[in-house]
């Protein structure tokens, strides 16, 4: 089925340690987002691309980094896990920007973090 | 700072009671607002994208309407399938790619 696959779904870091976060869309999409999102908050952007090769700092950047190599792929990337960055983590791709017709994004299941 | 507020947090209904929920705004000037349906353990999914005040979009059992300060999400006759957590963003400007996001409101409906 076309859409936006995430992997891992769950994963357990100590403090310190790194891990990148995948995420796989199959709808030739230009635009790719990733955002977090904690108990009683709004989703919060990260990161987001426009395309291909171009990466962007969305609200709350500060501990990720992110990539796009690929079209279909966005990677997020935390190289020094901390217990704040304990979320679950989504990642989201759109054909348009927002704000063109009515079109929104397709996100993916999610990745529960939790860094201990 | 650009702030969006959902009210209420939460809300049951009995199956057939209809009822809104509200999503209001401060921003400095609003682009567009995003309604998104979000079930238990899953990704959120896109319902309707406002664009100006007055305007109204349906879906199914959905209405949503805009205002310049406020938008509501109107459920007629909800069944238990409609239960789902409703988010709402806004767009403050067409350059703009961060959507603000309202913590949302829980809806249970029972049969």
């Known amino acids: 089925n076309a859409g936006v696959t995430q992997t891992p779904?769950?994963?357990?870091?100590?403090?310190?340690?790194?891990?990148?976060?995948?995420?796989?869309?199959?709808?030739?999409?230009?635009?790719?987002?990733?955002?977090?999102?904690?108990?009683?908050?709004?989703?919060?952007?990260?990161?987001?691309?426009?395309?291909?090769?171009?990466?962007?700092?969305?609200?709350?950047?500060?501990?990720?980094?992110?990539?796009?190599?690929?079209?279909?792929?966005?990677?997020?990337?935390?190289?020094?896990?901390?217990?704040?960055?304990?979320?679950?983590?989504?990642?989201?791709?759109?054909?348009?920007?927002?704000?063109?017709?009515?079109?929104?994004?397709?996100?993916?299941?999610?990745?529960?973090?939790?860094?201990? | 700072e650009d702030q969006v507020t959902q009210s209420p947090e939460a809300l049951r209904l009995q199956e057939g009671e209809s009822s809104s929920l509200n999503c209001s705004y401060t921003v400095s000037g609003l682009r567009g607002l995003f309604w998104y349906r979000q079930d238990p353990g899953k990704g959120p999914e896109f319902l309707f994208t406002l664009y100006s005040a007055g305007e109204e979009k349906e879906k199914e059992r959905l209405k949503a309407t805009l205002t310049k300060k406020e938008s509501f999400l109107h459920i007629t006759a909800p069944k238990p399938e409609d239960s789902a957590t409703y988010l709402c963003a806004v767009q403050v400007s067409s350059n703009d790619y961060k959507l603000s996001f309202g913590a949302g409101t829980t809806v249970t409906v029972r049969a």
């Open chain 1, 9 to 116: 779904k769950f994963r357990v870091l100590k403090t310190g340690q790194s891990m990148t976060l995948l995420c796989a869309q199959d709808m030739n999409h230009e635009y790719m987002y990733w955002y977090r999102q904690d108990p009683g908050m709004g989703l919060r952007l990260i990161h987001y691309s426009v395309g291909e090769g171009t990466t962007a700092k969305g609200e709350v950047p500060d501990g990720y980094n992110v990539s796009r190599l690929k079209k279909q792929n966005f990677l997020l990337g935390l190289e020094s896990a901390a217990p704040s960055q304990t979320s679950v983590y989504f990642c989201a791709s759109s054909g348009y920007p927002p704000g063109q017709g009515n079109y929104g994004y397709t996100f993916g299941s999610g990745t529960r973090l939790t860094v201990v």
